[in-house]
């Protein structure tokens, strides 16, 4: 439970450092990912947290894959095709 205490005191600190030195300010996208990604951090602490260690594992893993799948597109429009290895475009046009 302490690493979770941690992990929302580094949260708001970075937070009050980056807004102060750049001015970043949540958008309505940021606001969305938030409710999004934190229920889903929420639910694999409890999970190690009541769960036996596999259940717990398999939830856990079950997250990181569907956060990860949400993600991929949002990091593929972000990157220009120039700094993605050959492999890599090729693999992103056919499933894109």
């Not at 580094?10 to 980056?18: G, K, Q, R």
Request: glycine share 8%; no cysteine; hydrophobic share 60%.
């Amino acid at each position: 439970m302490a690493f979770f205490g941690l992990y929302v005191w580094h949260s708001i600190l970075i937070y009050v450092i980056v807004r102060r030195l750049t001015g970043f300010r949540g958008s309505a996208a940021n606001r969305r990912h938030v409710l999004l990604f934190l229920p889903a951090s929420v639910l694999v602490f409890l999970a190690f947290w009541v769960l036996p260690l596999w259940p717990a594992i398999g939830i856990g893993a079950l997250a990181v894959a569907l956060t990860g799948i949400y993600s991929l597109p949002m990091l593929i429009q972000l990157l220009p095709p120039e700094v993605m290895p050959a492999v890599t475009r090729g693999w992103i046009a056919k499933f894109a």
